[in-house]
């Protein structure tokens, strides 16, 4: 069956250090894997796409990585603040017309 | 402002009552979605609209229904046919039905009385 697996349900760290937070799949063959951060009571925001062809992608603090082989994305938020605290999700789909399906998200604190 | 606005932002349901949450977009986007959340859970597909008067079921579509009649408004109605229906409820729409970035509402949290 087809599983998108994100792999803590929770994720404490420091401030200022680096999180990473792992999306892996199996039995999909994902066009492009998105992330996405939500505040409790809040709707998902967008954060980035990458794409199967795409090893890296970067924004700001974040850097998202796509391996296609191990069937899985690494998250991460370089220098982390209080702020980035917060669920974040990852979503993919196979090619073609069918909608997003989501992971369960990891749940970041950023500790001061 | 552009946008997509959920409403009501809570909503309570008696038994055998059915409930209406409103979803409507300003973005001009083809496509629309409504996702249900239970606490520590994912979002799981309701049923999905990739153009006007057309839509398709989800993966948890029983004791559900949707109209598209107007490209800015996807309506979700919760049956009483739903014997589970405390969850939070997000729309969503994208531009185009490839799998674009999705831009969500702010939800709707749905409770039994």
């Known amino acids: 069956s087809q599983k998108i697996e994100q792999n803590s349900e929770a994720l404490n760290i420091q401030e200022g250090k680096t999180a990473t937070l792992t999306c892996n799949y199996t039995n999909y063959s994902p066009a492009y894997l998105q992330w996405y951060r939500q505040d409790p009571g809040r709707g998902p925001v967008f954060l980035l796409l990458i794409r199967e062809n795409e090893k890296e992608k970067r924004k700001e603090r974040l850097k998202v990585t796509f391996d296609t082989t191990l069937k899985q994305s690494l998250f991460h938020i370089t220098a982390s603040q209080p702020a980035d605290s917060a669920t974040y999700l990852c979503a993919l789909t196979n090619s073609g017309n069918t909608p997003l399906v989501f992971g369960k998200g990891t749940r970041l604190s950023v500790i001061a | 402002d552009g946008g997509i606005t959920q409403s009501p932002k809570y909503l309570f349901r008696k038994e055998g009552q059915n409930v209406t949450l409103s979803c409507e977009q300003n973005l001009n986007h083809d496509a629309m979605y409504w996702y249900r959340q239970d606490p520590g859970q994912g979002l799981r597909l309701i049923y999905y609209s990739q153009i006007v008067n057309d839509f398709q079921k989800g993966d948890i579509a029983e004791g559900y229904s949707v109209s598209r009649e107007k490209k800015e408004s996807f309506p979700l109605t919760v049956t009483s046919a739903q014997k589970n229906p405390t969850a939070f409820y997000l729309c969503?729409?994208?531009?185009?039905?490839?799998?674009?970035?999705?831009?969500f509402g702010s939800g709707t949290q749905l409770s039994v009385l």
């Open positions: 969503a729409s994208s531009r185009t039905a490839t799998n674009e970035k999705l831009f």
